[in-house]
């Protein structure tokens, strides 16, 4: 009985098809945004990375040598 | 590693898409019972099948994992069915507003390939709480890809069940009972190929997301001269440990 419905004048049926196309949008550009959340967290960690990496190249190089460079 | 190519395949994915869509709505002819509802046949039967499919790949995945013990295969068999998921809500949300505007409910219970297919998203809804409640990642990665084959071989079955039916309320669409004229069967095939390509896509997206988290991991702890190899991640996660490669470990500098 369900099967042999009339189909929907366009104007009915036009927010049905929205509402469908509309939902795969949204899941779309939901994961968009939750990749870009994720990349902006890799490249705040990957900052971190190369201002401790900066650290420790500064603390491992000996000082300069104060007579070569007067000489 | 997984970032190769995905520039490409994201520009042939948004192409293919467009062109469905426009396939869609200005190719292919208005259907003769549904009208201008029959539209979202072009979105939600393609959604179906890749979830679908997709579940499929995570078990074949899962079965490459316990024959090789490598960890890459259990990560793939994850985004596999993680995406599947994401893609079974929105087939599930556009055949209820499909189902309202058909059959005037957004859920009929004495449809077979309705409630099969909520069986099977709800089945898979448990993978994610299944991984996260072991903490050991080798059992984790075991247990889970033993679940993905057996929920796997569920799929098939599962749609050969619901054919075998009798009532036969919801629309066919591949099979001998199918008789879609050329040109809803060409739109219908690109869409399904353009949903197929966005499925690839943001596999290969998570993938890269993951490894880059991984790399990213596997840099602080050797900064912090810590061990690299064989280093779970902290804390507890349903998401497996990534392994890095070898080439990625060799192309890290090692500090002291």
């Known amino acids: ?71 | 590693m997984y970032g190769r190519g995905l520039r490409t395949l994201s520009i042939t994915t948004v192409a293919v898409m467009a062109i469905a869509l426009g396939l869609v709505f200005f190719y292919a002819p208005l259907e003769a019972e549904q009208g201008f509802l029959q539209k979202i046949f072009y979105v939600h039967v393609p959604l179906a099948i890749v979830a679908l499919c997709g579940f499929v790949a995570g078990g074949l995945m899962a079965i490459q994992h316990l024959r090789t013990r490598d960890p890459r295969w259990d990560m793939r068999s994850y985004v596999a069915i993680h995406m599947s998921l994401i893609f079974a809500v929105a087939t599930l949300i556009t055949g209820s507003i499909w189902a309202k505007g058909s059959w005037g409910h957004w859920w009929v219970w004495s449809e077979p390939t309705l409630v099969s297919f909520l069986i099977v998203f709800l089945l898979y809804a448990t993978y994610q709480p299944l991984r996260f409640a072991i903490e050991d990642p080798e059992r984790q990665g075991r247990y889970a890809s033993v679940f993905a084959i057996l929920a796997g071989a569920f799929v098939p079955l599962n749609f050969l069940a619901v054919r075998l039916s009798t009532e036969y309320l919801h629309p066919r669409v591949l099979g001998s009972s199918s008789n879609l004229p050329a040109k809803m069967q060409l739109t219908f095939l690109v869409s399904l190929l353009g949903i197929a390509l966005l499925y690839l896509t943001l596999c290969k997206y998570e993938l890269t997301a993951k490894h880059t988290r991984a790399q990213l991991r596997a840099l602080r702890r050797r900064l912090a001269g810590e061990s690299v190899e064989g280093a779970a991640p902290r804390g507890r996660s349903a998401a497996p440990h990534l392994a890095l490669s070898p080439s990625a470990s060799a192309s890290t500098p090692r500090s002291a």
């Open chain 1, 1 to 71: 009985m369900l099967a042999i419905a009339p189909a929907l004048p366009l104007h009915e049926a036009g927010k049905y098809v929205a509402g469908a196309y509309v939902v795969l949008f949204a899941i779309v550009l939901i994961y968009v945004a939750i990749m870009a959340v994720r990349l902006s967290r890799i490249e705040r960690e990957l900052g971190d990375l190369l201002k401790r990496s900066e650290r420790s190249t500064e603390a491992q190089s000996p000082p300069p040598e104060r007579e070569s460079t007067l000489a």
